[in-house]
T-cell receptor, first 115, second 111 residues
Framework: GDSVTQMEGPVTLSEEAFLTINCTYT??????LFWYVQYPGEGLQLLLKATKADDKGSNKGFEATYRKETTSFHLEKGSVQVSDSAVYFCALSLISSGSARQLTFGSGTQLTVLP | SQTIHQWPATLVQPVGSPLSLECTVEGTSNPNLYWYRQAAGRGLQLLFY??????ISSEVPQNLSASRPQDRQFILSSKKLLLSDSGFYLCAWRQGNQPQHFGDGTRLSIL
């Protein structure tokens, strides 16, 4: 079945450090890929997305490139801030799943940024 | 613009009691609606989804049920809660080619 594998956390970085959170997927079709962020005590917010190979999603300094050849969608940020501390989820959605287009999530990666 | 509301934000219930969590979406029509559960320190598990009024698909067997009595209303229920039902419950909606958008969640603690 379809699945998403994320880098295990927790990840702890100092402010202004470079961030990479790895995400790889397996899918029977051609998925759309997403990163969601969950701040403490809140719901999930869409951070960025990519719908086809070589697309780069970007938002708030975060970037991820859809790599079909490596089935990856790694999240990167050049300089993290304390306010980026949150749980990050990689997810995929397949058109072939019909009109429901369920999301398949990774297990989440807890990021803590220290001042 | 579209908004999604979940309530209550937090809930503490005894084992064996009933449950009703409500989710409503505004600013759109005929959305797909979803219920997820997030256990402490874990990822999200899709519980139910609905593509229309009265249409409910269940992803995992459990003592929870869902209903969609109106186009933009999605309710998660249980007749008798178990300790294992504790968690963070998230409602989401989607329409067309948009990604899913989530509510703020309900934190449910079972005592």
């Amino acid at each position: 079945g379809d699945s998403v594998t994320q880098m295990e956390g927790p990840v702890t970085l100092s402010e202004e450090a470079f961030l990479t959170i790895n995400c790889t997927y397996t899918a029977t079709g051609y998925p759309s890929l997403f990163w969601y962020v969950q701040y403490p005590g809140e719901g999930l917010q869409l951070l960025l997305k990519a719908t086809k190979a070589d697309d780069k999603g970007s938002n708030k300094g975060f970037e991820a490139t859809y790599r079909k050849e490596t089935t990856s969608f790694h999240l990167e940020k050049g300089s993290v801030q304390v306010s980026d501390s949150a749980v990050y989820f990689c997810a995929l959605s397949l058109i072939s799943s019909g009109s429901a287009r369920q999301l398949t999530f990774g297990s989440g990666t807890q990021l803590t940024v220290l001042p | 613009s579209q908004t999604i509301h979940q309530w209550p934000a937090t809930l503490v219930q005894p084992v064996g009691s009933p449950l009703s969590l409500e989710c409503t979406v505004e600013g759109t029509s005929n959305p797909n609606l979803y219920w997820y559960r997030q256990a402490a320190g874990r990822g999200l598990q899709l519980l139910f989804y609905s593509v229309g009024i009265g249409q409910i698909s269940s992803e995992v067997p459990q003592n929870l049920s869902a209903s969609r009595p109106q186009d933009r209303q999605f309710i998660l229920s249980s007749k008798k809660l178990l300790l294992s039902d504790s968690g963070f419950y998230l409602c989401a909606w989607r329409q067309g080619n948009q990604p899913q958008h989530f509510g703020d969640g309900t934190r449910l603690s079972i005592l």
